[in-house]
């Protein structure tokens, strides 16, 4: 039986072909109910108009504003030699600020008889500058009367009118009207919300939030409608999560217990220092959920150089001891090579099993990616099937169908959001059983969003520096302003590699792309305001013969061949080199503890993690590191702001935040391969905190008690619609 036939129906049945297929095209909607959950992105009051001062470039906006001047100019052209061309200028004011409105040729005789003086009206159109004045050429616009009953009153009857998020094939207006046709069926939406949650809360009903949301009458209308969309959202996605949690918790697993004096203890006592207290605190979690018969699945945040690799290791040496085998999925070989040879160094002798000289707990470490050659390839695969070793790095290559372990006990995948989750279960189907899971990332992932995100793992924190570790000194050197600072910076450069050590360069580009010669073009109009972002060849190059003359200098890029990339850093790591410079491949793990200083060019072009992420690969020696931001964004821009951020604080969740309140949450929940992003549609997941962790117990709780949900045909329904849409990229299929 179909439950909601009228929210199911398509929309090109209610509203005609044409406006479903734009709909469906440009915006994603298909269904009425698609459209019934289109909220309007904010509201404009009769009395209040739109700042016209704040108005985004190069984005597509809508403005409530009064005509103050209409002036029509005739003038000579091509297509006109007679002087016939016609140009309709319309200055709009709405006491913030003006926007000249531009309308040509045919277009401008609709415009000239209706945007008289004194006229109100929605504009909407691309902002564009033209003669140093913002405006909007050719813009859609719908007058606002109130004096043609059918139109304006009916549709605009609230005091508060709903602006949509639009396109330039579909303007707010028209997306409202077409609310208002459906509007009636949202008396039939079913409510995924239990009564007793609902109630006791205080929340509207369903068909009532989306009345409000659509059609307010007032602010306090706004405020309930949203109150209550954003427990639906947060409440359906954390019991998809709980769900999975609970789905995952009845799975069998082999429970692992290191040995009471094997490898473990073999390595522990080589440690040449104490772990943290947080080392030891996560371990233990780590190692309680080894010891049970259910797959661990664990997320591991720790800031750069908080030591997770090490708690990893020890985790995976665990496992060994106990008779498995465990594997360590990096995102690129550059940081594959790199985790294998830290670890292989930590580990020394205990590396060396089926050695001479190897310990007497020792095992085999092997490398396994993509370009190793063939003999290498086979005699790791080998050993992995033979289970002679015990610990496999390697990046994607290890999912291929045909690595075979032994026994894999334990998969270990670094920095989550490089890979899918259809990726960490292609592994997980290799063991036996599933295999306990240890998810790490350096990224700092504020609480909530990684109850959202990564609602299914349970997570560790490790917040403590190791002993040792030494600050980071960060600076904004404002390149166009104060070009003696750039100078000072390469100085700063030279003074590190006298001292002994040596530095990091890192560019937005790599500087060999294939130059279009249209964009060449572009780039020279916009050459003052948008040249193109600084590339490492060019970089390179300029530092070799000039500021850093004499100094061995070298790049590395993610197009290099793997055997040339892991050459450059072998060399900078034996301190052969003296700077490197680089596209942002160094951005995680590589350790290099003699490089203490590290110069960003153009860092307004990374995101504010990606900075803190940077940052973390120099002072991790005993010399104090030195990271210098290099931009020639003007001060008060909010890019400048970002790196003021950045250079005042090296707490990592503290950024976090920043970088998620600067950017939208797509962004964020989409950076991190959720697919989260499309399902969460007023719910924010800063803000909202509270609601989240409170939907999450709440979510935990009924599925506990009611995993097949049988009592909540509404929760069902709303679930199917979730997984539907996010299946592909988000929960587990099937």
Not at 156 to 176: M, R
Not at 252 to 266: H, I, K, N, Q, S
Not at 284 to 307: C, N, W, Y
Not at 340 to 366: D, Q
Request: charged share 25%; glycine share 8%; hydrophobic share 40%.
């Amino acid at each position: 039986m179909d439950l909601v036939p009228a929210l199911q129906e398509p929309l090109k049945k209610v509203l005609g072909p044409a406006t479903a297929k734009v709909m469906a095209e440009h915006l994603g909607l298909h269904t009425v109910g698609d459209l019934l959950h289109h909220y309007p992105r904010r509201y404009e009051e009769r009395g209040q108009l739109t700042h016209l001062a704040d108005l985004p470039m190069d984005e597509h906006v809508t403005v409530v504003a009064m005509v103050a001047d209409a002036r029509l100019h005739t003038f000579a052209s091509a297509k006109a030699p007679r002087g016939k061309g016609q140009r309709l200028e319309v200055t709009i004011t709405d006491g913030s600020g003006r926007l000249q409105l531009v309308f040509f040729g045919n277009g401008v005789h609709k415009p000239h008889k209706e945007l008289l003086p004194g006229t109100r009206a929605m504009f909407a159109g691309k902002v564009s500058v033209f003669n140093r004045r913002l405006q909007l050429a050719h813009p859609a616009y719908e007058l606002l009367r109130g004096d043609d009953p059918s139109e304006s009153v009916e549709t605009w009857a609230g005091a508060l009118i709903p602006l949509y998020p639009a396109t330039a094939k579909l303007e707010s207006w028209k997306i409202g009207k077409a609310v208002q046709t459906v509007l009636p069926s949202a008396q039939e939406a079913l409510d995924p919300l239990p009564p007793a949650l609902r109630e006791g809360r205080g929340l509207v009903s369903l068909p009532e939030a989306l009345l409000k949301i659509h059609r307010p009458h007032t602010k306090a209308d706004v405020a309930a409608a949203r109150d209550r969309l954003k427990w639906d959202e947060a409440f359906v996605l954390q019991v998809a999560l709980a769900r999975r949690r609970h789905a995952d918790a009845l799975l069998p697993a082999v429970p692992r217990r290191p040995a009471p004096d094997g490898l473990l203890t073999a390595f522990d006592d080589r440690l040449p220092f104490a772990l943290t207290d947080g080392q030891q605190k996560v371990s233990k979690e780590i190692f309680d959920d080894l010891a049970t018969e259910h797959p661990m699945h664990r997320l591991l945040q720790g800031e750069v150089g908080s030591g997770k690799t090490l708690v990893a290791l020890r985790a995976m040496l665990a496992v060994v001891d106990a008779g498995g085998q465990a594997a360590m999925l990096a995102p690129t070989e550059v940081l594959a090579q790199q985790h294998h040879r830290s670890i292989t160094e930590m580990m020394g002798e205990l590396a060396e099993g089926g050695m001479l000289g190897g310990a007497e707990h020792a095992t085999k470490v092997v490398l396994l990616t993509g370009s190793m050659g063939t003999a290498a390839r086979r005699q790791a695969m080998l050993d992995l099937v033979t289970g002679d070793a015990g610990i496999v790095i390697g990046t994607h290559a290890l999912i291929e169908d045909k690595v075979q372990f032994h026994d894999l006990g334990l998969v270990v995948v670094d920095e989550q959001h490089r890979f899918g989750v259809e990726q960490r279960d292609a592994l997980r189907g290799k063991g036996k059983q599933p295999p306990h899971l240890l998810v790490m990332t350096a990224t700092p992932i504020p609480r909530t969003v990684a109850m959202t995100v990564f609602g299914d793992l349970e997570t560790s924190v490790l917040d403590q520096l190791p002993a040792g570790r030494s600050p980071i000194a960060t600076h904004v050197v404002p390149a166009a302003d104060k070009p003696h600072f750039l100078a000072r910076a390469w100085e700063r450069v030279r003074e590190e590699v006298g001292n002994g050590h040596q530095a990091y360069v890192v560019c937005p580009r790599i500087g060999d792309e294939e130059d279009d010669p249209r964009k060449a073009k572009k780039s020279a109009e916009d050459e003052a305001e948008k040249r193109p972002p600084l590339a490492v060849l060019d970089v390179a190059d300029h530092l070799a013969k000039g500021p850093l003359s004499g100094l061995k200098v070298e790049v590395l890029h993610g197009r290099m061949h793997p055997d040339d990339k892991d050459a450059v850093m072998r060399r900078f790591a034996a301190g052969e080199t003296d700077v490197l410079v680089a596209t942002t491949v160094i951005e995680v793990g590589v350790n290099v503890p003699n490089a203490t200083a590290m110069v960003i060019m153009d860092a307004d072009r990374f995101g504010v993690s990606q900075l803190h992420q940077l940052r973390g690969r120099v002072g991790r020696g005993s010399a104090p590191g030195l990271c210098l931001l290099v931009t020639e964004m003007p001060e008060a821009s909010p890019a400048r702001q970002r790196l003021t951020a950045v250079a005042s604080t090296l707490d990592g969740f503290e950024l976090s935040r920043i970088d998620l309140e600067q950017r939208r949450e797509g962004d964020v929940l989409g950076q991190a391969q959720s697919g989260a992003r499309s399902s969460l549609r007023v719910l924010a997941v800063i803000e909202d905190e509270e609601i989240i962790a409170e939907a999450r117990e709440e979510a935990t709780t009924l599925v506990s008690r009611d995993p097949d949900l049988s009592d909540l045909p509404g929760l069902r329904t709303a679930l199917d619609a979730l997984l539907d849409e996010e299946r592909e990229q988000f929960l587990e299929k099937g």
